[in-house]
């Protein structure tokens, strides 16, 4: 989901436990030595220094746990018994957009791959996080919530009060259903639900779903839904309080939506019945699409305003069918309003046959949204992006239906409001559009880990428009100033926070989004831009359709970096350190190419980080170096280097790039007088 830092978003979950690529980072020239430079100008700030090596990565109980019992692993894989839950659904519903009322029924199969004996399943009521009395951390409209018609379990009725012996019942405790089973689930065993119900869709002001008008609907969290069982906490019973997102099992969609004819449907997976709801010119429009590199508009204002959008039912009536296998989540988007543009991506193969993919691309919008013009091309663009950096595009299709939401991801479908300038419109459909990977793809639990999707997303969306817009101001640098303005107070909260935890103010956004953000550009600097690359297309085919956990994610870049992290995790992920780093001397001798130059650095932050140097010599010609982060972990609060350099020095920066969040660049500069 894509939010702005100033929005409001706190207790340390982890009490219980103890563009355009850039370069890779300058090597330090063979003539450099590094030594400590005595004691530091005052005393007390020597005797106050933290010792790095003391502080290693915390892990909760939880995952210790898995790793002993096989389904995790410290090297960043899967073990070899891990296991995940499956979910079939089979849901047939009706919009009424006069009354924005949804009208529903479904069928669940529930498939238990665990090793526990289940007795109880849980399931998520989101809809009830918008009737009365229910907890939550945002002000949302009131609808009243949603309605349970009836309930049974293998044909079974079940009550919502005590029941009779062997019968199975269900109690519902705000976004949270327990259904007690009337005999238990073994391993391998499966069991199949049945519920009606019906809710109105909240109006605008709702976060990730909601109608503008009863014109435009972007409809999301509006089934009942399985909660996750894990391997690391067993049933997910956090409650939906409207911050924090989803977390979610994988699963088969077969869903069939009526809406009247005349709205055009977007949705999750494949449509079944185009045939039955679509015009032959549409249908034609639609193959010149997929077939050719070309922009073609399917559904014009000329066929909008005669009503021939669609095809047409003598009841009024269209029934879309649509399925989707293996996905997280099903959502959808509707209007008697909506353009139509759709064009196809080519984008490297994802079956592993050799062959390029054909992906279609969808833009559905409103005539008075005039940035949306070009959206199928941002779209195209942003979706082959990142499938050439991250992993293969799983999916048939993607899609973009605009409404009165800001960004918001679903499998093969995102939601998106209506920015003024190309810019904007293209960032926020980018990030949405990353959001395919992280988390549709890599299945994060974005309710305890907020950055383990947005802030790997905020990293590849700003290296997506750099890429798109090479000439406009690097939106890294301004991702970054976010989370400096905050750096350091005590309003800075530590990103590994649950999202529901932060209060009011920018803390969540900046802890969920720029923050991590910044922290994986920083990390791409240390690393190598390549190596932090191929750190998340190993970390997205390992853990393609299963659940890491953010200990998952760290072990595997460790793993293909090939080093020890714990120094990066620790104080940028579980505290709220800051780097501050200082030029506190240099000194200039006379060589026999040009001068001899010494300079001294002091760490005087709380965040050990290389320190990346810039030499200015007064031909414009410029050297650099890198010096290391391992004497900062030694305990040292200074280093210096001395390096031979073939003109006169003129400058000399630490960080010149602004590739590091450096809460104080005052002193991060020496200019010969």
Known sequence: MRIRAGLAGCVLLMAACAGQPSPPPPAPPPAADTAPAGPPADPLLEAMRPRWAVRPLPVTRAFTRAVERNTRTLAGLPGPEYWQQRVEYRITAELDPSTARVQGEETIVYHNNSPDTLTQLVLHLYQNVFAPGVQRTRRVPMTGGMTLEQVSVDGVAAPSSAPAGGMPTYR?????????????LPPGGRVSLDIAWHFTVPPR???RTGHDDNEAFVVAQW???????DDLHGWHELPY???GEFYLEYGDFDVSLTVP????????????????????????RLADALAGSDIVRIITADELQAAEATAREPGGQLTWRFRAHDVRDFAF???????????????????????????????????EATAWTEAARYIRHAVTFHAERLRPYPYPKIAAAEGPIGGMEYPMLVFIGAPASAEALYAVLSHEVAHQWWSMVVGSNETRYAWQDEGLTTYVEDLSASDFFPDSPDPALTTMESYLGIAGSDREKPIMTEPDLFGLGPQYGIAAY???????RALATVLGEDRLETALRVYARRWANRHPAPWDLFNTIEDVAGRDL????????????????????VDIAPDSAGERVTVTVEDQGDAPMPVPITITLDSGETQTLMLPVEPWLEGRIRQRTTIPVSGSVQRIEIDAERRFPEVDRGDNVWVRQ
């Open 261 to 284: 004819e005349g709205w055009l449907l977007a949705a999750t997976g494949t449509l079944d019945n185009a045939d039955e709801v679509l015009t032959p010119t549409t249908l034609d």
């Open 241 to 243: 309080w409207s911050n």
């Open 566 to 585: 714990d120094w990066f995790w620790t104080p940028w992920f579980f505290e709220t350190a800051t780097l501050d780093q200082a030029i506190v001397a």
């Open 514 to 520: 720029t923050k991590p953000g910044t922290l994986f």
């Open 223 to 229: 089934y009942p839904q399985i909660a996750t069982y």
């Open 205 to 207: 002001g709702a976060p």
């Open 172 to 184: 519902i405790d705000g976004t949270l259903m327990r259904l007690a089973l009337p005999r238990p």
């Open 333 to 367: 988007a509707t209007s008697n309003r909506y353009l139509w543009d759709a064009t196809r991506a080519v984008l490297p193969d994802a079956d592993g046959d050799g062959r390029q993919e054909i992906v279609g691309v969808h833009a559905f919008y409103r005539p």
